[in-house]
């Protein structure tokens, strides 16, 4: 159904909307553009990215009461999107979300083993700033897996804390250093692959 | 505002930065030209519809198929008993018959229109009179715009308000190629004072 536009005239200026409707817009308003950007990391398109907003502005309305209430909402926005994501990818994979290759070292780092985050393993150093142009960061990302993305997102690009991610993912600490570590390493494979292939093209 | 990471030793931290660097510097559009408040009305639209659809009996299909009707006198009669379903699932409480209000309450009134068919540039015409204003629009009585209706259902929501003790009534009117409609909403504004 659509909705018509409706404009209310206010101190002497034209807004939309009243009543729950106005005051969802003035709380969520702010926060679209900077979740839409989010978005479009984790997914990589216009149109993903948009629907996935949607979902999730239509799952925050209902939620209003909890909203006005809220001293960060961006942060508890970002863990609801970030949740119907996984549950699209799963719905996509038609089984639960494994991410990538590396559940059984997701399993490995719960279990309370090794600091394989501290990236320790060689890797950006002997990728020069002069060789992370931007064409190839671009090309490695869209080729990057949807949740290796979305944590990279979401530390090294918004700058979330470990803390808040581990929130924000709903994942022990652990678990997410182990999955932030193997995104930065696929996303090197892929930088080193888009340099070689640079170079075969020079 | 750049935060501490807690990515491990400082030799580390400093490996990642020229990662780090080019990955903010990757081109992130913003959204689309109005996406953002069409995604903001969409959602608040959509908590409507699930009311309505959770409200009994035929009052959950109430629409208004002006493109239907065979004519302007007719159209009124018909406009009138759609008003009532119009109205109910508003507020059910009051009679069909009228909207009820207390002295300087604001009310939504919904309209919604059911068109069989895309509607380009259509004019909409509101009328208040009597003891109710639209609300921001005090001294306006009449305010008129064009807006594109969708094949479906297509939801405006009015906002009343009673100025002054007595009847009132708030007439929409829609224009589209020379065929207009009109659903008429009677209003009385009650001075619990009085």
């Known amino acids: 159904m659509k909705r018509m536009a409706w404009l209310k005239r206010t101190r002497g200026s034209l807004t939309a909307g009243t009543g729950d409707a106005a005051e969802f817009e003035r709380l969520l308003r702010e926060h679209v553009p900077a979740l839409y950007r989010s978005a479009y990391r984790w997914t990589g398109t216009v149109d993903r990215a948009e629907d996935l907003v949607q979902q999730l502005l239509m799952r925050l309305y209902p939620r209003l009461p909890e909203l006005r209430k809220l001293d960060r909402i961006r942060p508890w926005a970002l863990r609801v999107m970030y949740r119907i994501f996984v549950d699209e990818l799963r719905r996509e994979r038609a089984s639960p979300v494994e991410f990538g290759m590396d559940a059984s070292a997701d399993a490995e780092q719960d279990s309370g083993e090794g600091d394989a985050w501290l990236d320790t393993a060689p890797g950006p150093a002997e990728l020069t700033e002069q060789e992370l142009t931007q064409e190839r960061v671009v090309r490695a990302w869209e080729r990057l897996g949807e949740e290796h993305r979305a944590v990279l997102a979401m530390h090294d690009i918004e700058d979330y804390t470990l803390p808040e991610l581990a929130q924000i993912m709903d994942i022990p600490l652990g678990t997410l250093k182990s999955r932030l570590h193997r995104a930065r390493a696929r996303l090197r494979e892929l930088l080193t692959a888009e340099r070689l292939a640079a170079a075969d093209r020079v | ?194």
């Open chain 2, 1 to 194: 505002m750049k935060r501490k990471h807690e990515t491990g030793p400082d030799v580390a931290e400093d490996d990642l930065q020229p990662l780090r660097r080019a990955l903010r510097q990757m081109p992130t559009p913003e959204p689309r030209a109005g996406f953002v408040e069409r995604a903001l009305a969409q959602a608040a639209v959509q908590q409507r519809s699930s009311q309505v659809a959770s409200l009994p009996g035929r009052l959950r299909n109430f629409v208004l198929r002006w493109e239907t009707w065979a004519g302007a006198a007719l159209g009124g009669a018909v406009a009138a008993a759609l008003t009532l379903m119009l109205l109910r699932p508003v507020d059910t409480t009051v009679s069909p018959q009228q909207v009820a209000l207390t002295l300087h309450e604001m009310r939504n009134v919904d309209v919604l229109i059911d068109s069989e068919r895309e509607l380009k540039g259509a004019t909409i015409h509101i009328v208040a009179s009597g003891s109710i204003a639209l609300d921001g629009f005090d001294d306006e009585r009449q305010i008129d715009w064009q807006a594109d209706l969708d094949r479906g259902s297509n939801l405006l929501s009015l906002p009343v308000v009673a100025r002054a003790a007595g009847k009132g009534r708030l007439v929409a009117v829609i224009e589209h190629e020379g065929r207009t409609r009109q659903v008429a909403i009677e209003l009385s504004v009650v001075d619990p004072k009085a």
